[in-house]
């Protein structure tokens, strides 16, 4: 989902009109109409950003859904992604896949092992 439904859907869900969550989040209703209706990308700033996630109730899974819909939406890759190294290192045999440049099988095999490794937990040790 993009961020201006993500954003849209949250504040409906709070049965908040654009003005009363405007006012209650210290935003401008124009500008915040023009986000919701995917014309203008939201917020850079990381405190406007928490503060409209804290207004419209957005805790967990659904937090985590708004900020990196937020980031696709101004063309940005999230912050939590580029600060693991290993990742990034990965991402331009990502970017190659995503435009339809073939990769060898090996390199296939690969990534999908670190993806796999990246998301499995660790085992607890044995006592």
């Known amino acids: 989902m993009k961020f201006n439904e993500i954003a849209k859907n949250a504040r409906l869900d709070q049965r908040l009109s654009l003005r009363q969550f405007c006012q209650e989040a210290g935003l401008d209703p124009s500008n915040w109409s023009k986000i919701e209706r995917g014309v203008n990308p939201p917020s850079g700033d990381p405190e406007i950003m928490e503060r409209i996630a804290d207004k419209l109730k957005l805790f967990g899974d659904s937090r985590k859904e708004f900020f990196d819909a937020a980031d696709i939406a101004r063309s940005q890759i999230p912050a939590d992604i580029l600060s693991d190294e290993d990742l990034v290192r ?38």
């Open 90 to 127: 990965k991402l331009p045999a990502f970017f190659r896949v995503m435009r339809g440049n073939q990769m060898t099988q090996e390199q296939a095999d690969m990534l999908l092992a670190d993806i796999r490794k990246q998301h499995t937990p660790t085992p607890p040790p044995t006592l």
